[in-house]
């Protein structure tokens, strides 16, 4: 089958690339490391000038990902976040930046208006591939970040539990999704282990995303009435792909 790489990922295999030019840090520090944004957007630049169109400074493409509202998991806090830069937390304003430091964390700041004091964060994808996890940089609380018009649907529900099994492609790829949202892709050459998600958005549009090491595949799902057979279509083109169970 042809792989499709996701958009999110697509941006975050540039950030990794261009986070390796960042000052290697220390470790250990009682405070938050030094900025590298300025070093790594201006490589992009150069990197651009050099004849590689298309980039946008990667502090730019971390902003960004972040473009939506969010509910912090497990918990009551909103996060509205806008293009401009601007965005609420439970209705409160702030401003964010994105960026790098010396420790090679892509980082978000938080700043409450009319507040001196900031949040503070090393930003990474967690496992699923539609959040974010955020690891406090200055003595606050990790949280992670889950978009609010998704429905993160558990293996046991009915909409998702026909997914868990043994599944093959017509080029005889074999996908082995485990109730635990672990999943084995099994190739002709190798196996590859990663994590798997369902989720259905707000529009009703059951979604089925794939993580694995350096990427991520995202499809909107039609599993068939006894679960022997779904349906995957990458989002934005017409191209179905059919697996059986099996």
């Known amino acids: ?18 986070a390796v030019f960042c000052i290697s840090g220390c470790g250990g520090k009682d405070e938050p ?7 790594v957007d201006q490589y992009a630049e150069q990197m651009e000038d050099s004849g590689k169109q298309g980039l946008i400074a990667p502090s730019e493409a971390v902003k960004n990902l972040l473009i939506k509202t969010w509910n912090v998991d497990g918990g009551n806090d909103v996060y509205k976040m806008e293009a401009d830069g601007t965005g609420t937390k439970n209705e409160d304003p702030f401003t964010f930046e994105c960026g790098f430091d010396e420790d090679k964390n892509i980082t978000l700041e938080i700043k409450l208006d009319g507040s001196e004091e900031t949040e503070l964060y090393a930003l990474s994808s967690d496992e699923t591939g539609y959040g974010f996890n955020l690891a406090s940089l200055n003595g606050g609380k990790d949280i992670r970040l889950v978009p609010a018009d998704l429905e993160f649907l558990d293996m046991g529900d009915e909409r998702a539990a026909g997914i868990v099994g043994e599944w093959k492609d017509p080029s005889g790829n074999r996908y082995v999704f485990e109730k635990d949202n672990k999943v084995t892709i099994k190739g002709s050459d190798n ?9 259905q958005d707000a529009d009703g549009t059951l979604l089925l995303k794939l993580v694995v090491p350096g990427g991520s595949l995202e499809f909107a799902y039609t599993l068939n009435e006894d679960n022997s057979q779904i349906e995957l279509c990458s989002p934005g083109t017409d191209v179905v792909h059919v697996w059986t169970k099996g």
């Open 191 to 199: 196996d590859t282990e990663g994590t798997y998600s369902a989720v």
């Open 33 to 39: 490391a030094a900025s590298t944004t300025d070093e």
């Open 1 to 18: 089958m042809h792989w499709r790489w996701t958009a999110m990922k697509k941006k975050m295999l540039i950030l990794a690339l261009a």
